[in-house]
């Protein structure tokens, strides 16, 4: 297959520009045109003859359009493609107020300040940024960590693929009757295995045939008996999303014993995430897999220990000095103080024929591995926070429609004014507001949904061979007992919000702390707590001074 292609547009600098991306010409295909029409015409050249486009890079000043008008015509070309102004010295500042809010439209990605001599690392930085993430959510994998055997329409692969590209291992989906496939099969028949699909081979472990997302999590990080936890450590954290991971990191760093329990994929629900512009300190955006394995990589350099796939079952809240126990479907850790950072689960539908197709068109979260198989299709987003408006701008790049179903009027009061002004630039978006869906169906996978008009009652059937369902939170704590209390809805209660007759001597539980001492509660398990990345990552940095408290006093 070609080289994905870097396209330089410029009329002044296109030999500088050519010369500075000199570096890149091993891995790409570096071109260069001289107007936005040559640019346009070399790409669908590119697209002709089975290629694709990597990168734009203009200098904003094209002698035949406007820079915006420039991108939304490459965009109509190639609409995965990441998009960057490099504006020379002496136009940089002057263009700069009039360019800028281009971005926060979404009409580009980056504005940078062209180089002016050799190895200008912070473009090249930048540079690197858009290629690193359009080769994790676009491209597929050069180099395989973990390959799949699978025939298409086995949902239980598609379940295994967004587990470990969550997990920052580059997957590929292979048949089993190609090269791959049938070595894979034979290696593990001759182990004495059975030909059952699919069968999962990572890098360094036998193929294994697994049933369940966890039994792929385990064979690669571990099942709970093969681990031993010695001792009691000072502190567990059950739940690897956002919170979880920042006590990990603060924590570990201040010199306590840690140790993270984490069922499915590292980063919860923000690891979906295709990409979180709003994050402090990344102003090109970053992935919530990104920030999550950068998160999970900070903590293990601290000596923080992750169990992957270890589902914590119960909470035995220790008594007279006695630590805590958490019981894990093969064993259990004792731990000084707990912090639970358990997240929440998208709340299901519940119509039967949207239900039997999961994993088959039909996905709860943005599912970003299942947007390249949206190439060309029309799909569904139901959803108005921040995650379905992510979950559609990335969508848009493969789909040949995106519709966002939301029950209210307006996606004003639950999602960030930069998504839905990025939603209203994307042409290929539209809001279906007062909308439910009614039903679903299909042969073998999603084809149909049945939308009902909430104000009118009226259901109409429209075709969809897509639905990504962010339908709001469910607690998950289960497993926590009776002790902690929750509120009626299931969350957390800690602080303040304590009913008053569980406080003592008059007092309440700390900000961060539950009913049960040592017991503390952080992100979006918690009630009251402000359902975005950075609240919850601050909840996890917060919470660590008060099991100090607690452990000293």
Known sequence: MADPVIMLVSEKHADFLLDEFGRYTR??????ARSSAEATAVSQQVRAAGGTVALYVQDGDLPDAHPFEAFGQWRTVVPTARRIIAAPYDRFLVEAAALRPGMATGKYDAYLLMPRGVRDEEFHGAVCEMLSDWGSTVAAPEVETVRIVSEPGIALTSAIREFTERMGMPTRVHTPDSAIGRELIAHHESLGGTSSLPLVHAVNRDPVAPTSVRDVAQAIYGAPDDFQVDGVVDLAIVGAGPAGLAAAVYGASEGLRTVVLEAEAI??????????????????????????????????????????GWEVTALEAGTGGEPHVLHTEGGEVQARTVVVGTGVAYRKLGIEGVESLVGLGVYYGSAMTAAREMEGCDVVVVGGGNSAGQAALHLARFARSVTIMVRRPTLEATMSAYLINEIAYSPRITLAPCSEIADG????????????????DDVRRREAQGLFLLLGAEPHCDWLPQEVERDGRGFVLTGRDVAQDRWVDGLPPANLATTVPGVFAVGDIRSGSMKRVASASGEGASVVPLVHSWLTG
């Open 27 to 32: 891995d790409y295909d570096v071109r260069v």
């Open 267 to 308: 980063g919860g629900q923000a690891g979906t995430s295709s990409m979180i512009r709003n994050y402090l300190g990344f102003p090109r955006g970053i992935s919530g897999m990104r920030l999550a394995q950068r998160a999970r990589n900070q903590a293990i350099r601290f000596g923080v220990d992750f169990l992957t």
């Open 441 to 456: 169906g299909g042969t073998g996978r999603l084809e149909w949904l049945d939308v009902r008009d909430i104000e009118s």
